[in-house]
Every structure is written in structure tokens, then in C-alpha cells.
């Protein structure tokens, strides 16, 4: 019954719960989305549960807001690989730079959890991982067209990207190998930018 005069009562104040979300988000990241309580939440805020509740309708809204953001940092890459200022090997280092900070703080218990417990929200990372994807494709094709790159099918390109991808978000397979998301990451990028030969 007090549930539904929250619920009646709920504010959407975008700019706080984005702020919020982002100062809940560490606690995720190493206690996991299973590990981390409405009341726990509420504390690590400074706020009463009820008060949560104003600005959130559940656990899971307050996760979607925080991922929502986190892909929006990711995103940034976007923009590095599209700056014509620069040349495109400078742009795919940076580029690369700019996801791997961004993926830093992202924990393989995070993501365990959230395939288990929100189903419908990790698909939220599936559409940027689809989204990331065409960006690549094109870069490539700019890059190929410039010069710059090898002429290689930037189908297969894109697929050796996508298969990393899928493992890159197999939280399974992350912790049966004992190494986190920014690690694989930079060194997928690394092989792929220096190839395995030694110069």
C-alpha cells in the first residue's frame, strides 16, 4: 500500500538519477547487482529508501540508467574515429584508448549478474555491440580506400571483430581465464593494429 503513494509520488528528474546511478555504479561493479540491496543503495546515497523510490521504480531501473550511461561513454569512440583532423592510425589508437578506459571499471561479477538477473537489459549491450560494429565497418572502409589499411574483406574484418565481441561479453569465460574486460580488450586491439609478428 505505501508502494503504490511512491509510486504515485515518483519524480523524473533525469540530471539526478543519472547521478545517482553513477555514484551507485562502483558499488555494482564489485559487489555485483546480487550483492547490493535497496536498503544498501538507499545508505551509499545518503538517502532514505523512500526517497530512492521517487526517483526509481526498482534495482533494475537504476541499473538501466547506469548502463545506459556507460555505453554512452563507450560511444565516445564514435566521434574519435570520425575527427578527419586526425590520421586514421592515430584515430584507431585513440580510439581504442578511449573504450579501454571506459571498460576499466567494468567488473566480469557486473556482468555475470546481469545476464543472470536482467535478461532484457543486457540486450542494451547487444545494440551497442551491433552499433560498434557498423562503426568499425566503415572506418575500415575509409581506411582501406585511403590506403592505409590492407586490403582485406572488411566483411571478415568485422566478423573477427564480432566473434571477439561475443567473447569480450562472455562473463564466463573472463573469469575461467582470470583476466578482466579492459585486459582483453587492449590486447585483442594490440594484436590487431601490430599483428602477431615480431618487427
Known amino acids: 500500500m505505501g508502494r503504490q503513494s511512491l509510486v504515485k509520488a515518483r519524480i523524473r528528474d533525469p540530471k539526478k538519477r543519472e547521478a545517482w546511478a ?3 555504479f562502483p558499488l555494482f561493479m564489485e559487489r555485483g547487482i546480487q550483492g547490493v540491496s535497496m536498503d544498501e543503495m538507499a ?3 545518503g538517502k532514505s529508501k523512500a526517497t530512492v523510490y521517487k526517483h526509481f521504480e526498482s534495482q533494475k531501473d537504476i541499473i538501466a540508467v547506469a548502463i545506459a550511461q556507460k555505453l554512452e561513454d563507450l560511444r565516445y569512440f564514435q ?3 570520425e575527427d578527419a583532423e ?3 592510425t592515430d584515430r584507431y589508437i585513440l580510439a581504442v584508448a578511449s573504450i579501454s578506459r571506459h571498460l576499466g571499471d567494468v567488473s566480469t561479477l557486473f556482468l ?3 545476464k543472470q538477473v536482467y535478461p532484457e537489459l543486457w540486450e542494451m549491450i547487444n545494440g551497442f555491440k551491433l552499433f560498434a560494429l557498423s562503426v568499425l565497418k566503415h572506418f575500415y572502409e575509409e581506411g582501406i580506400a585511403a590506403g592505409v589499411f590492407e586490403a582485406i574483406d572488411t566483411d571478415i574484418l568485422v566478423l573477427s571483430d564480432e ?3 561475443d567473447v569480450l561479453t562472455n562473463p564466463e569465460f573472463l573469469t575461467r581465464k582470470d583476466i578482466n574486460l579492459r585486459f582483453a580488450f587492449e590486447s585483442y586491439f594490440r594484436m590487431r593494429f601490430n599483428g602477431i609478428l615480431k618487427r
Do not use: N, P, T, V
Request: glycine residues 6%; positive net charge; without cysteine.
Open 79 to 81: 566521434a574519435i574515429l
Open 163 to 165: 566473434l571477439f565481441f
Open 43 to 45: 545508505a551509499a546515497l
Open 22 to 24: 553513477r555514484k551507485l
Open 112 to 114: 555475470s549478474d546481469l
Open 86 to 88: 586526425k590520421g586514421y
